[in-house]
């Protein structure tokens, strides 16, 4: 891509403010300096509205924190490939999710790692259907891998309910993911539908599968359990026929990363590239 197809643009991603959504919940300045330093160094990927499925093009992030009318702000710089650039100018905002350890891992002082890591939109599901998750997924004698579960924050946006799998590609073929959705299936029944929102908003789940070279998120964003669960049934097919094609033809795959994203079509029962 030329340099002529990317635009500069400049936005906030979240604040220290206090998060009504989520009980009054407020990010410590240290956390937004420590953000502002990994997206720095890692980069950072972007989504329409907080949906996988939508990635948006931009390079050249650069993100600071910034002191404004008593609130401590995260701010990024960034260019915008110029045929997502409408996006930046019609929506409200941009916004960023995080996740947290729950309060138990943080008063135990236990380390976030794990073969499996779960994690969910606090507004939607508390700590205690986290654990209920790990706990299932724990008991399986199928399951062999350490859990690892946080709570996630949508910031700057009215959250949805989503819940993130990460696990390497090397675990989901040794468990498979039926096992692990057998613990999220958990989580998933126990939703609840904060204040001033739907119960009728479905619930996303974003599975990302990674080796050391690529990663895939297969986002399935459904009110109904058994078309995640039928989506789950190829989901293994679908991640290997894309780790074992070459990375140039891989769907989804857009130039100069290594970062796939596909999402489930119920009407025709397959993984799609992104819309």
Known sequence: MSDSEW??????MMTD?????????SVPVEFLEDAAARINRQGLPM??????ARPLRVRNVRAYV????????LWCDLEVHRDDVRWFET???????????IERDVRLRRAARGGVTIS???AW???DSLVAAESALTVDERCDETISIKRAYQFGLVPDPQI??????????SIGANVVWDGVKVLWRRRRTPEGSSAEVPTTVNWTISTREHSVTAVIKTSDEATASKAIESLEHATAAIFGADEKQAEGVYEGSSKTVIAWDADSSTWTPPR
Do not use: C, W
């Not at 989504?47 to 996988?52: E, F, G, M």
């Not at 929506?91 to 350890?101: D, K, Y």
């Open 120 to 122: 969910a939109d606090h």
């Open 17 to 25: 403010e206090r998060i009504s959504a989520y009980g009054g919940f």
């Open 7 to 12: 635009l500069a643009k400049r936005g906030i």
């Open 125 to 127: 599901f508390d700590d």
């Open 164 to 173: 993130y799998v990460d696990v390497a590609y090397a675990v989901l073929l």
């Open 47 to 52: 989504h329409l509205a907080h949906d996988l």
């Open 66 to 73: 910034h002191a404004e009318e008593g609130a401590n702000q």
């Open 91 to 101: 929506l409200p905002g941009m916004s960023v999710t995080m996740t947290f350890p």
